[in-house]
């Protein structure tokens, strides 16, 4: 079965950084977009920044200038570095990724990471 880790949240001060991580495993045969989204308490899940195999990046307007989406497509890892980061960065944050087996092609969902930002 495909699953999707993510790790690397916890508790920063405002102005600090974190790198969050994303490893896919299982019988993989190729990985297209990943990408990151957060929810926050009370809030709709909202995409925050993704990548696709052929190297186009989009980012939220509210983090374009804080935050940095990268991967390593040979370890199947999906990578969000947060600096800067605002109490409204506050949210748990689940790594989503298109995913081809040897049957299915689909979007998978990792199953999240707090991120807290608070003084």
């Known amino acids: 079965q495909v699953q999707l880790v993510e790790s690397g949240g916890g508790l920063v001060q405002p102005g600090g950084s974190l790198r969050l991580s994303c490893a896919a495993s299982g019988s993989i045969f190729s990985i297209y977009a990943m990408g990151w989204y957060r929810q926050a308490p009370g809030k709709q899940r909202e995409v925050v920044a993704d990548?696709?195999?052929?190297?186009?990046?989009n980012y939220a307007d509210s983090v374009k200038d804080r935050l940095t989406i990268s991967r390593d497509n040979a370890q199947n890892t999906v990578y969000l570095q947060m600096n800067s980061l605002k109490p409204e960065d506050t949210a748990v944050y689940y790594c989503?990724?298109?995913?081809?087996?040897?049957?299915?092609?689909?979007?998978?969902w990792g199953q999240g990471t707090q991120v807290t930002v608070s003084s």
């Open positions: 989503k990724a298109e995913i081809a087996t040897v049957q299915t092609r689909k979007w998978y």
């Open positions: 990548i696709y195999s052929g190297g186009s990046i």
